[in-house]
């Protein structure tokens, strides 16, 4: 079964490649969509804490994959819906693409043939929606990923493998945790070869919680909580 | 760069909605910062107070007709469902459909940042007219009171956005009444956090 996997030019695409790459995994499609913006500067603190992490926060996504000599094909925008991306989908012989981020998958791109699969920062159902590890931090005292194949609705895809972490000891979340712990459940996933176990569990569509984008006051509550 | 004051409901958060996406950390400050700036407006509020059930038990027969009116597909007036709802959670009638429809409501602002005069029964806004106060007051309050109820977090986070805008908002907020349940629903919230920050063992300095 043939796997591939979209890149973009943000963190966690950064954390993705690099640790395919440490762990000697070869795809058999990368796309990159780069809109040509290689994100901020980091400072020595952040990078430190990246590389503990298992990835280089500093390094751009194109940089690793030409240094490695990685085939890969190139859009000039990040837009998971852009016709030229579906096109090109549409032709691959792609069973399932790794999804990094890029937008909310529309009706074209999910019948484009190929499916997604998403790392999504919460065990769901109880976790569903958006900075759903704050949350979790504040609720638990920690968090997890829940791998699933990516369908209409908002995070309630056929679950493929979930993976619980500790809350972390820095206040880097945005930047470091939630790509080190997407990554790190993107290997099991692939190590363990459950895509092509395709032993994939329906989700309780009646239990659950949405959560969306967490209150900058319950945010600082939540990292104050991991780094007391 | 940290602002020095609470950044959050400085400008009209109705006209520029907030969209709270990656806000940076600034540590305890901030805390003290959002802690300070709902203070100023609670001291600014004259200290009257009025009994939320009684008010609410004024107006139940008609509110409650007003609910009525998703049954029979019409629209409906959005201040007096919010009065309707608020009054079944004072109450503890909160049945399993009052609650699913106000997760509507908190999906739809979320969405729009946004509460409209009125819907129709799909929870589609048939109005234009998203600037009357009392709308968000309400709401924020039965978030506060699920929040109380439940420890969903959701509910909690609603309220705070709530009450940026309501904040941001604060010089066009005239009525008594109206003033009077911003700051019940301000000294809710700031309890609830309080609450939370001891929860959690964090020492606010």
């Not at chain 1, 990554?183 to 329906?202: A, G, H, P, R």
């Not at chain 2, 109450?91 to 729009?112: A, G, V």
């Amino acid at each position: 079964m043939k796997v591939g996997i979209i890149l973009t030019t943000d963190n966690r695409s950064k954390a993705y490649i690099q640790k395919l790459i440490k762990n000697n995994i070869i795809l058999d499609d990368i796309i990159l969509m780069n809109s040509g913006n290689y994100g901020k500067k980091y400072s020595k603190e952040i990078i430190k804490k990246s590389v503990e992490s298992g990835f280089d926060i500093s390094i751009p996504v194109v940089k690793t994959l030409k240094k490695n000599n990685l085939d890969f094909h190139e859009f000039d925008f990040i837009d998971i819906n852009n016709s030229k991306l579906i096109e090109y989908v549409k032709n691959s012989k792609i069973k399932y693409y790794l999804f990094t981020g890029g937008g909310i998958l529309k009706k074209d791109i999910l019948n484009a043939g190929p499916k997604f699969i998403h790392f999504h920062p919460g065990i769901v159902p109880n976790y569903r929606g958006s900075t759903c590890f704050y949350y979790s931090i504040i609720n638990e005292n920690n968090c997890g990923v829940t791998s699933f194949v990516m369908d209409e609705k908002l995070d309630t895809g056929d679950i493929i493998y979930q993976k619980k972490f500790l809350k972390p000891n820095h206040i880097y979340i945005d930047e470091i945790f939630d790509p080190f712990i997407r990554s790190e459940t993107m290997i099991d996933v692939i190590q363990k070869n459950l895509i092509n176990k395709s032993k994939f569990l329906k989700q309780n569509m009646i239990q659950g919680e949405t959560y969306f984008i967490i209150h900058p006051v319950l945010k600082h509550i939540s990292i104050m909580n991991c780094v007391k | 760069m940290n602002s020095k004051k609470y950044q959050y409901n400085e400008i009209d958060c109705l006209e520029f909605p907030q969209k709270y996406q990656m806000s940076p950390y600034e540590g305890n400050n901030f805390l003290i910062k959002y802690k300070k700036s709902r203070n100023k407006i609670i001291e600014e509020i004259k200290n009257e107070e009025i009994d939320i059930v009684n008010y609410l038990e004024e107006n139940y027969e008609l509110n409650k007709n007003e609910y009525l009116k998703i049954n029979e597909k019409k629209c409906f007036e959005t201040e007096k469902i919010f009065e309707f709802l608020l009054n079944r959670i004072l109450k503890n009638k909160l049945e399993f459909k009052y609650k699913k429809l106000i997760n509507k409501f908190i999906s739809k602002f979320e969405r729009t940042k946004k509460i409209f005069v009125s819907y129709d029964y799909n929870i589609k806004s048939n109005s234009s007219n998203y600037k009357i106060m009392k709308n968000y007051l309400i709401l924020s309050l039965i978030c506060i009171k699920l929040y109380e109820e439940e420890n969903n977090l959701k509910y909690l986070n609603i309220a705070l956005k709530i009450n940026d805008i309501l904040t941001s908002n604060f010089n066009k907020i005239s009525n008594s009444i109206d003033l009077i349940l911003l700051k019940q629903s301000l000294e809710l919230e700031l309890k609830q956090i309080e609450i939370l920050i001891n929860k959690k063992g964090l020492k606010i300095i």
